[in-house]
């Protein structure tokens, strides 16, 4: 690191990458971005199957690639010399392969007691569903999210991204450092297991006592959410949806204000609470009527005057014209392989005195062979080329 750049969080921390897809790399670009130094293992010739699409830049950038060909026992034993010398180990193999392979986590801290392993698989390492196949779309159905997802009147719909995957790869960045600290107590590693599935199911608010008070399933209910009044997306007169989110009483008393309706707190059809509740479908009829008047700009800058949370609903293009994520760096061009400069989001959380920053772009495949294995782990040139002839790396 160069003298004039500000510290990271996470400097001095290697993390060995073996995920491929999603979750798993998603999970180690994080820890990348925010200092660490992230090595992707991928099997030689092949590569990561994910590589040739956009996500693969955006999921892997940051990351360093090299090659071996964990099913040849030399290639093994290169392998454990890499986590040897690692922190980190990020996989997403199904339940039981890595222990095929001889190479279970509990066998790698034989020799490096320290090191976490974060494990990302659908259904988790341990349970009755722990040996079958999961992808983001299976692990939301499993979780619940898209039995509620939709209207009542039709076939239930998955959520427009990747919430499971890209959940999922925040809780594993979140155990990893969870085990980090702990490593200072104990000064021992530990296995991070990170279901899909699970990732979504923790995010789920209130359905578990819901259910558990009430006995009965949350049903499909379009855009209104139980309770949460008034909240509903509304059309302006100049053909824009508007979000207005108004759910607490001082907010809701705020928005009568806004529409010109400041007697409705005290109408008996919104008032207690519980009738509010029962009635949303009338409160929303009258905010509907109000923001059809009036073009989105007019709406939005009343109810940003009286302190009412809204937004425009967001198209891609929105987001990319919009001042705000500028300031905040939210969308950023990083240089891919593929397809040239990328636009993708920003680096998130933002900190303060350490911040983050996207190290670089995503890595050719092996790109950095010569520099992990010949630099880092001083493998003798003949030896290293012996193993790049016989397709080990």
Request: aromatic share 8%; glycine share 10%; proline share 7%.
């Amino acid at each position: 690191m160069n003298q004039a750049d500000p510290p990271t969080a996470l400097q001095g921390i290697r993390v060995v990458n073996m995920g491929q897809i999603l979750a798993a790399p998603f999970c180690a670009t994080l820890l990348a971005e925010f200092g660490a130094e992230v090595i992707k293992v991928e099997q030689p010739v092949i590569g990561d199957p994910n590589r040739g699409n956009v996500s693969f830049h955006q999921d892997n950038r940051g990351q360093k690639s090299v090659t071996i060909a964990l099913d040849r026992p030399e290639g093994k034993a290169l392998f454990r010399r890499l986590t040897d010398a690692a922190d980190i180990l990020i996989e997403n193999y199904r339940p039981g392969t890595l222990e095929r392979f001889g190479l279970a986590p509990d066998s790698l801290r034989e020799t490096n007691p320290g090191l976490i392993a974060v494990r990302f698989s659908g259904y988790g390492q341990t349970g009755p569903y722990a040996d079958r196949a999961g992808f983001d779309r299976v692990a939301l159905a499993f979780a619940g999210i898209t039995y509620v997802t939709g209207y009542p009147d039709r076939p239930p719909v998955r959520p427009g991204y990747f919430v499971a995957d890209y959940g999922a790869g925040v809780f594993g960045a979140f155990g990893a450092m969870t085990a980090l600290q702990a490593r200072h107590t104990t000064g021992r590693g530990q296995d991070v297991d990170v279901a899909l599935y699970e990732a979504v199911w923790r995010m789920s608010g209130t359905h578990a006592a819901g259910y558990a008070l009430s006995g009965k399933d949350r049903e499909r209910s379009g855009n209104y959410f139980p309770g949460v009044v008034p909240a509903e997306q509304f059309e302006t007169a100049d053909g824009h949806f508007l979000v207005v989110n108004a759910t607490t009483q001082r907010v809701f008393e705020r928005l009568c204000e806004a529409v010109g309706r400041p007697e409705l707190p005290a109408d008996p059809r919104f008032t207690p609470r519980a009738n509010l509740m029962a009635n949303h479908a009338d409160i929303h009829v009258v905010i509907g009527e109000w923001a059809r008047t009036r073009t989105l700009a007019e709406c939005q800058a009343t109810l940003d005057e009286y302190g009412v949370p809204a937004s425009k609903v967001y198209a891609t293009s929105d987001i990319f014209a919009d001042p705000h994520y500028a300031a905040r760096h939210q969308v950023v061009s990083v240089d891919s392989l593929d397809f040239g400069p990328l636009l993708q989001p920003g680096v998130t959380p933002l900190l303060t005195g350490t911040p983050g920053a996207v190290p670089g772009r995503a890595p050719a495949l092996g790109e950095h062979n010569d520099e992990v294995f010949l630099g880092e782990l001083g493998l003798d040139p003949g030896e290293y080329a012996r193993l790049r002839a016989e397709g080990i790396i």
